[in-house]
Structure formats: structure tokens, C-alpha cells
């Protein structure tokens, strides 16, 4: 199972970024794909979920209104378009699979994961 997320960046704040997140070797059909972060210091953050199952989603709040998560199936992607950046956004992203019907915010939940990807926004 491999994951590779892409699309991190330098973006101004008010700016916008979409992260890609390309799953492959993966045979079963229920899973979910979560996105988290870990900026400098910090615990890392379970940001947004998607469950392949029946496409309920998480987001954690404060994103809400900012963020959305989506996902093409036949493409075997997990997008996570990032509006209205603030620098406290600024962070490494990951993609993570957890084998599992529903989404979870616990990054021990998750089984698989990406080598993230890296987002600053600054002025």
C-alpha cells in the first residue's frame, strides 16, 4: 500500500492550496482517508475524513467553512481543498487509510500513511 500526497506549497494567507492524495495497492472497498497535520512543536492534528463506504465526512473546527474533502474513486484520489489560509494552517500534511466503515480523528486509528507534504502560509 503506498500513498504520496502532493499539492503543499508557499501560499499568501486568504490564499488557497489543494492537496492530492494517490492510494495505490489497496484491494479492499471500505476504508477512510484522513488527512492530518503537524506543524513545529505541536501534537499532530486529524484535520478531515472521508469514508469510502458511505462518504460521511469529519472536519475538525476549526477548518470548517474552509476546508473540503472529496474523493474520485476511479482515480483512487482524496483531495483536500484548502480556502482562506491562515499561517496557523501552516503545517506538514499527511493522508492516512484506517481500515474501517466510519471516519476517525485518532491518528492511531489509521494504518497507512503518506510522507506528507509541507504547507506554509506567510505574507
Known amino acids: 500500500v503506498q500513498l504520496v500526497e502532493s499539492g503543499g506549497g508557499l501560499v499568501q494567507p486568504g490564499g488557497s492550496l489543494r492537496l492530492s492524495c494517490v492510494i495505490s495497492g489497496f484491494t479492499l472497498d471500505y476504508y477512510a482517508i ?4 503537524q506543524a513545529p512543536g505541536k501534537e499532530r492534528e486529524g484535520v478531515s475524513c472521508i469514508s469510502r463506504s458511505d462518504g460521511s465526512t469529519y472536519y475538525v473546527d476549526s477548518v470548517k ?8 474513486n476511479a482515480k483512487n484520489t ?3 481543498q484548502m480556502n482562506s489560509l491562515k499561517p496557523e494552517d501552516t503545517a506538514v ?4 487509510v484506517d481500515i474501517a466503515l466510519l471516519c476517525s480523528d ?6 497507512y500513511w503518506g510522507q506528507g507534504t509541507q504547507v506554509t502560509v506567510s505574507s
Do not use: M, P
Open 34 to 37: 484522513g488527512w492530518f497535520r
Open 65 to 72: 467553512g474552509r476546508f473540503t474533502i472529496s474523493s474520485d
Open 78 to 80: 482524496v483531495y483536500l
Open 93 to 96: 500534511y499527511y493522508c492516512a
Open 106 to 111: 485518532k491518528d492511531r486509528a489509521y494504518d
